[in-house]
C-alpha cells in the first residue's frame, strides 16, 4: 500500500521569505503521480503542481517549485516569495498510473506572517 | 463562477437519521468523487464515478452510498450516520481520469455534524 508522510504539521514563514514543505512517500511502483495540494481556510482544494515520476526534470509553476528525489521518494514544495494569500493546509499526494484516487499525507498547515 | 457546487456547507444530522450531501457540476465532467475528511486527517476517497460507472473503495463502509442520476449531479447517501461520521465530505471532479493529465476539481465541502 502507498503511504504518504509530511511530517511538519505546521510551518510559519514571513511574508516575502522562502518556505520548503517536505513530503516522503512509499511505493514500489517505478512510475507514478506526485501533487501537491493547497486548502485555504473555508475555501475549496486546488491544485498547485503536479510531478511525474518519469520526468527528471522538477515541475515548476511561478512560485512554487518542488524538489523531486526519486531515489530517496522525498517530493518537497518550495515557496518562494511568501505571500499572505499562500495561508492555507497543503497536502501531498500520490497516484499510481491508470488507478483514479489519491493518496493524501496528513497535510501541513502554513501560515504566512505579515 | 462555481464549478463544483456542494450544498449544503453545513448538514446537522442526528444519529441513525439518513442524511444525503449533494455536489453539482458546471464543467461537463465525466468523472466525480466523493472523499471524506475528518478533522485534522488528510482526506479520504470513499468512491468515485467514471460516468455511470461506480468505483467502491475496498475500505468504505456499507453505510455509505452513492447516486449519480446524470453528469451534472451526485449524491452521498449516508443511511445510518455514526458519530464517527462526523467530517468534512468533499466532492471532485475530473474530465477523465487523473494519470491522462487532468486535473481535479474540488468543491468547498460539506461539514456534517451527528448528533
Known amino acids: 500500500a502507498q503511504t504518504v508522510t509530511q511530517s511538519q504539521p505546521e510551518m510559519s514563514v514571513q511574508e516575502a521569505e522562502t518556505v520548503t514543505l517536505s513530503c516522503t512517500y512509499d511505493t514500489s511502483e517505478s512510475n507514478y503521480y506526485l501533487f501537491w495540494y493547497k486548502q485555504p481556510p473555508s475555501r475549496q482544494m486546488i491544485l498547485v503542481i503536479r510531478q511525474e515520476a518519469y520526468k527528471q526534470q522538477n515541475a515548476t509553476e511561478n512560485r512554487f517549485s518542488v524538489n523531486f528525489q526519486k531515489a530517496a521518494k522525498s517530493f518537497s514544495l518550495k515557496i518562494s516569495d511568501s505571500q499572505l494569500g499562500d495561508t492555507a493546509m497543503y497536502f501531498c499526494a500520490f497516484m499510481r498510473p491508470g488507478a483514479n484516487n489519491l493518496f493524501f499525507g496528513t497535510g501541513t498547515r502554513l501560515t504566512v506572517i505579515p | 463562477d462555481a464549478m463544483v457546487i456542494q450544498n449544503p456547507r453545513y448538514q446537522v444530522t442526528q444519529f441513525g437519521k439518513p442524511v444525503t450531501l449533494s455536489c453539482s457540476q458546471t464543467?461537463?465532467?465525466?468523472?466525480m468523487y466523493w472523499y471524506q475528511q475528518k478533522s485534522s486527517q488528510a482526506p479520504k476517497l470513499l468512491f468515485h464515478?467514471?460516468?455511470?460507472?461506480?468505483?467502491n473503495e475496498a475500505d468504505t463502509p456499507d453505510n455509505f452510498q452513492s447516486r449519480r442520476p446524470n453528469t451534472s449531479f451526485c449524491f452521498l447517501d449516508i443511511r445510518s450516520p455514526g458519530l464517527g461520521d462526523a467530517a468534512m465530505y468533499l466532492c471532485?471532479?475530473?474530465?477523465?481520469?487523473?494519470?491522462?493529465?487532468?486535473?481535479?476539481?474540488f468543491g468547498p465541502g460539506t461539514r456534517l455534524l451527528v448528533l
Open positions: 464543467l461537463n465532467h465525466n468523472v
Open positions: 471532485a471532479t475530473s474530465r477523465g481520469k487523473l494519470g491522462n493529465q487532468e486535473t481535479q476539481y
Open positions: 464515478y467514471y460516468d455511470k460507472d461506480f468505483n
